[in-house]
C-alpha cells in the first residue's frame, strides 16, 4: 500500500472528496487482493472492497492513529471478507469457475506471460478454496501479504498462537489434499 | 512421540515461516539433516503451497468499484443534505424560541403527571375504604340492632357521636 500522510487521512475523515480518492487510491489494491484471496471470487471480492471502503469511509473520523492506518484497513477488510466467505458458504457450495472469472474484471497479461500467470492463480486459488474463511486469512496474510505472526494476531485480534494453530491446520489440510490428488 | 511428530508442527509453521528463533531453527536443521521424511515434508510444503501463494500477482482493481462507491456515497450524501435541509426549514418555519414555553410545559406535565394521578388514586382509594367501613358498620347493626337495643353504643353510633 502506498503511504498516505495524517493530513490526507484527516482531510478524508472530514468529507474532504479528494482526500478520500487518494485513500482510495492508496489502499484499494491492498483491499480488493486481499477480498479476493478470502472470498475466492471476482464479483465478490469487488462488493467487499466496496463495503470495506463505506466503512473507511464512516469510520475513518474515529480512526485515532493508535495502530497504522495500513493494519486498520488489513483488519476491516479480512474480518469483512472473512464474514462475507462464512455467509456465502452457508448459501451454497461454491465452485471456482476460472473461465467465467477471466472474464470479470481480470487485468489485460502480455499474451506471453498469460498462461503461467493464470496456472498460479487457479493452482493458489484451487488452495484457498480448500480452507475454511478463517484458516484461508491466516494462509493469505501471511503467504501473500508477507505479515508476521504477530501482525496477523494485531489484524485479526486473535492470539498469536491461534494465528499458529490456524496456519498449522490449513497446511495439514493442503498436504492432506495434495496426496489425494497424487493418489 | 518420536522427534519426527514433535518437529512437525514446528516445521510447518514457525520454521517454514522464518519465525522460529535460533535455538529452535538449529533444532530443526539439526533433525533435517539426519531425516529424510521431514526433509520431504518441508519440501512438499514449500513446492505444494507456500511457492504458488507466494507467487500469485497481484491483481488490478476494476475501476467499475470506485464508479460504484462514487455513485453510492453521493447517494448518501444527498441524503444526509436533504435531511439537513428539511430540518433548516422547520427550523426557519418554527423558530427553537417558539418552541421553548411549549416545550417547557410539556417537561412539567411530564414531571408531575405521575404525583398528581398518584395522589388522586390514593385519594379515591381512601374514600372508597371509607364507604365500604360504613356500609359493613351498618350491616353489623342492622343485623344485631333488636339483641343489643339495650347495650351500649354501637360501633355506628360511636362513629356518629
Not at chain 1, 484457498?128 to 489484524?155: F, H
Not at chain 2, 364507604?131 to 337495643?149: H, K, P, R, T
Request: proline content about 3%.
Amino acid at each position: 500500500m502506498n503511504d498516505i500522510s495524517d493530513d490526507t487521512l484527516i482531510a478524508a475523515s472530514q468529507g474532504n472528496a479528494e482526500a478520500f480518492e487518494a485513500v482510495y487510491k492508496a489502499a484499494s489494491g491492498l483491499v480488493y487482493n486481499v477480498a479476493l484471496r478470502i472470498v475466492n471470487n471476482r464479483e465478490d471480492a469487488q462488493e467487499v472492497t466496496q463495503e470495506v471502503f463505506l466503512i473507511v469511509y464512516d469510520k475513518l473520523k474515529t480512526f485515532r492513529f493508535e495502530s497504522s492506518f495500513k493494519t486498520w484497513v488489513y483488519r476491516i477488510t479480512a474480518n469483512y471478507a472473512i464474514n462475507w466467505a462464512k455467509k456465502e458458504s452457508r448459501i451454497r457450495r461454491k465452485t471456482v469457475e476460472y473461465d467465467d472469472t477471466q472474464m470479470s474484471g481480470a487485468p489485460q497479461e502480455e499474451p506471453e506471460d498469460e498462461e503461467s500467470k493464470v496456472q498460479n492463480v487457479q493452482a493458489a486459488q484451487k488452495l484457498l478454496d480448500a480452507l475454511p474463511p478463517d484458516q484461508r486469512a491466516c494462509v493469505v496474510l501471511r503467504n501473500l501479504e508477507g505479515l508476521s505472526y504477530q501482525e496477523i494476531a494485531d489484524t485479526l485480534k486473535i492470539n498469536i498462537n491461534t494465528v499458529r494453530s490456524r496456519l498449522n491446520r490449513a497446511r495439514e489440510k493442503l498436504l492432506t489434499l495434495q496426496k489425494k490428488v497424487v493418489v | 512421540m518420536n522427534n519426527c511428530e514433535n518437529l512437525r508442527e514446528l516445521i510447518l509453521t514457525d520454521y517454514l515461516d522464518g519465525e522460529a528463533d535460533d535455538k529452535a531453527r538449529a533444532a530443526v536443521d539439526a533433525h533435517l539433516l539426519q531425516c529424510a521424511d521431514c526433509r520431504s515434508l518441508l519440501k512438499e510444503a514449500q513446492e505444494g503451497f507456500v511457492m504458488p501463494l507466494e507467487t500469485v500477482a497481484r491483481e488490478a482493481v476494476p475501476a467499475e468499484i470506485w464508479i460504484s462507491l462514487q455513485d453510492r456515497i453521493s447517494a448518501r450524501t444527498s441524503w444526509a443534505e436533504r435531511l439537513r435541509e428539511f430540518f433548516g426549514h422547520m427550523a426557519g418555519e418554527f423558530s427553537y424560541v417558539k418552541l421553548v414555553p411549549v416545550l417547557g410545559m410539556a417537561a412539567v406535565m411530564l414531571l408531575t403527571g405521575p404525583v398528581i394521578l398518584q395522589n388522586s388514586r390514593t385519594i379515591q382509594a381512601k374514600e372508597k375504604a371509607q364507604q365500604e367501613y360504613l356500609v359493613g358498620l351498618l350491616a353489623s347493626s342492622g343485623n344485631s340492632s333488636e339483641a343489643a337495643s339495650d347495650a351500649a353504643a354501637n360501633p355506628i353510633e360511636e362513629y356518629f357521636l
